[in-house]
Antibody
Framework: DVQLVESGGGLVQPGRSLRLSCAAS????????MHWVRQAPGKGLEWVSG????????VYADSVKGRFTISRDNAKNSLYLQMNSLRAEDTALYYC???????????????WGQGTMVTVSS | DIQMTQSPSTLSASVGDRVTITCRAS??????LAWYQQKPGRAPKLLIY???TLESGVPSRFSGSGSGTDFTLTISSLQPDDFATYYC????????FGQGTKVEIK
């Protein structure tokens, strides 16, 4: 089965850092662009960041640019999100998501993980 | 940045009703639009991509239409499993989601 499993969330104080991971299985991970999408409690979906299959193209939402870093390790079929200088408004459920079509940067997300919760609070 | 506006925010309907949700983009996105269904405590599920292409395994009562700036998601006959929140997403330039439409039981 195609699957994405996120981990690394938790409670963190404002200004601190956290690293999220997403383990992929059931598909050729290195053929697909991967993204992070978040959802604040009771709110809608917000795209956060994306990374191409070779890591040559990386994009961020303005709300996280300069604070978050996306990366991937194709040998480990894993996606990461390093989050620094965290703010209360970063509190959300963070999903990793797979683009539906191989080698395409922007597209519909056909596979989502279950999400990992990040709470930023003192 | 491209903004996506969905309407209505909430929709009350009965089983068997025909339901239409609208999504409007702040600028043309061609047909680069997807629709998702999300139930409480669950990840979003892809229903439609490229404005009108049904994802594999999605019931045919779901359909999408539109191009440019105006798009619709239609559920031809609402089923009990369809009560959920629906989001549109543009992927013409980066990615933006609409604010969501909650379909609730009337």
């Amino acid at each position: 089965d195609v699957q994405l499993v996120e981990s690394g969330g938790g409670l963190v104080q404002p200004g601190r850092s956290l690293r999220l991971s997403c383990a992929a299985s059931g598909f050729s991970f290195d053929d697909y662009v991967m993204h992070w999408v978040r959802q604040a409690p009771g709110k809608g979906l917000e795209w956060v960041s994306g990374i191409s299959s070779s890591s040559g193209t990386i994009v961020y939402a303005d709300s996280v640019k300069g604070r978050f870093t996306i990366s991937r390790d194709n040998a480990k079929n894993s996606l990461y999100l390093q989050m620094n200088s965290l703010r209360a408004e970063d509190t959300a459920l963070y999903y990793c998501a797979k683009i539906r079509t191989a080698m395409i940067t922007w597209g519909a997300f056909d596979i989502w993980g279950q999400g990992t919760m990040v709470t930023v609070s003192s | 940045d491209i903004q996506m506006t969905q309407s209505p925010s909430t929709l009350s309907a009965s089983v068997g009703d025909r339901v239409t949700i609208t999504c409007r983009a702040s600028q043309s996105i061609s047909s680069w639009l997807a629709w998702y269904q999300q139930k409480p405590g669950r990840a979003p599920k892809l229903l439609i991509y490229k404005a009108s292409t049904l994802e594999s395994g999605v019931p045919s009562r779901f359909s999408g239409s539109g191009s440019g700036t105006d798009f619709t998601l239609t559920i031809s006959s609402l089923q009990p499993d369809d009560f959920a929140t629906y989001y549109c997403q543009q992927y013409n330039s980066y990615s933006t989601f609409g604010q969501g439409t909650k379909v609730e039981i009337k």
